[in-house]
């Protein structure tokens, strides 16, 4: 039985409280959300919090697609869109401040719905002449594809505009934006990663994996949107299987803890992120990043787990279509000596 804290647009409303001791024995308090497109956000950075949560809360929300939910049939068009990338949030924790981390655990992720949008746009995508690299031709047209979902067989299909060709894509739900407040009092755009997670399209951003964020303000302010059914490595055209979720999470602050860029944690390994432009940069921030991390927590030195990764390391390229591109280095932990206590 939860202790459970609902929170609707008409303010917050708390369930019959139990006694304290046996609240303590109800194991994490439940803090429940509805986001609409009249409460997203569009930035990072500090704002009016949704609801406040203490450090072991689960949260129980949902999120819009990376269009608002409005591209739903053939027709519609990008110019319905308000704006990229809305953001659920911010949820302000209570006891996180700067040099803390915030560990996010994705507990499940749930498709809302049986379709599925992939779209490109001009000024958008890796072989698009954009504002970063303009080009004397032409931008792409824009158009949209509707993918089938089947939770059930945990597929899409993906339906050629030009031909008859369909083919069936597994499923891996990820969260594409998860972030807190940047750094410096700052607020950025929806569609930008950086050293406050933002929109990384990391599929480690799922279930299973831990999330670590640097925390740089008061509360961290945590928000997260842009659900995707799938997407391809380094999500060339724009985008990924853009759906709208289910989202089930828990948050715990690490005090005293700091730590300059995301990382992510699951059974079998450790990861860290880079983002930033060239994509060689990205690549040295996360592979500096995951050096720190094995000599602070495994007790390797900085030469030693510069050698191990360079013989068993693995990368991935996320995306290269923001306007920083994300790199994940990763190492399995059979790979590693056995962690520092206490860390």
């Known amino acids: 039985m939860y202790r459970i804290l609902?929170?609707?647009?008409?303010?917050?409303?708390?369930?019959?409280?139990?006694?304290?001791?046996?609240?303590?024995?109800?194991g994490p308090r439940v803090i429940r959300y509805e986001a609409t497109i009249k409460n997203v956000k569009y930035v990072y950075g500090p704002a009016?919090?949704?609801?406040?949560?203490?450090?072991?809360?689960?949260?129980?929300?949902?999120?819009?697609?990376?269009?608002?939910?409005?591209?739903?049939?053939?027709?519609?068009?990008?110019?319905m869109v308000k704006g990229d990338n809305p953001l659920t949030g911010p949820f302000f924790v209570e006891g996180a401040e700067p040099g803390d981390t915030l560990a996010v655990k994705i507990e499940s992720l749930t498709v809302n719905g049986t379709r599925g949008v992939g779209a490109m746009a001009p000024g958008f995508g890796t072989l698009n002449p954009t504002n970063y690299t303009p080009m004397l031709v032409p931008d792409l047209p824009e158009r949209i594809w509707f993918y089938d979902i089947d939770s059930k067989s945990n597929m899409a299909t993906f339906k050629a505009t030009e031909s008859g060709f369909t083919v069936k894509i597994p499923m891996h739900p990820f969260l594409g934006c998860l972030g807190v407040a940047p750094p410096g009092g700052e607020s950025r755009m929806s569609i930008t990663p950086g050293e406050w997670g933002g929109n990384m399209d990391s599929p480690?951003?799922?279930?299973?994996?831990?999330?670590?964020?640097?925390?740089?303000?008061?509360?961290?302010?945590?928000?997260?949107?842009?659900?995707?059914?799938?997407?391809?490595?380094?999500?060339?055209?724009?985008?990924?299987?853009?759906?709208?979720?289910?989202?089930?999470?828990?948050?715990?602050?690490?005090?005293?803890?700091?730590?300059?860029?995301?990382?992510?944690?699951?059974?079998?390994?450790?990861?860290a992120l880079g983002a930033y432009r060239p994509v060689d940069d990205a690549l040295r921030i996360a592979f500096k990043e995951l050096i720190v991390w094995i000599k602070d927590d495994y007790g390797l030195s900085e030469l030693?787990?510069?050698?191990?990764?360079?013989?068993?390391?693995?990368?991935?390229?996320?995306?290269?279509?923001?306007?920083?591109?994300?790199?994940?280095?990763?190492?399995?932990?059979?790979?590693?000596?056995?962690?520092?206590?206490?860390?």
């Not at 008409?10 to 019959?16: F, K």
């Not at 809360?57 to 269009?67: H, K, M, Q």
């Not at 999470?249 to 005090?255: H, Q, R, T």
């Open 48 to 79: 009016e919090p949704v609801a406040r949560v203490r450090s072991g809360d689960v949260i129980e929300t949902n999120t819009l697609d990376a269009f608002g939910d409005v591209i739903r049939k053939p027709g519609d068009t990008m110019s």
């Open 304 to 343: 030693d787990a510069y050698e191990l990764l360079s013989k068993v390391a693995r990368i991935d390229l996320n995306e290269m279509v923001d306007p920083n591109y994300v790199v994940v280095a990763i190492i399995d932990k059979a790979m590693l000596p056995p962690k520092r206590p206490g860390r």
């Open 204 to 271: 480690q951003a799922s279930v299973g994996h831990t999330v670590y964020l640097p925390v740089s303000m008061s509360g961290a302010m945590l928000y997260f949107g842009d659900g995707h059914a799938a997407q391809g490595e380094g999500e060339v055209g724009g985008t990924g299987i853009e759906v709208p979720m289910s989202v089930r999470l828990s948050v715990n602050v690490i005090k005293g803890k700091a730590i300059k860029w995301p990382r992510f944690e699951n059974d079998r390994s450790i990861m």
């Open 6 to 26: 609902m929170l609707g647009l008409l303010g917050v409303t708390q369930a019959m409280a139990l006694p304290a001791a046996a609240s303590a024995q109800a």
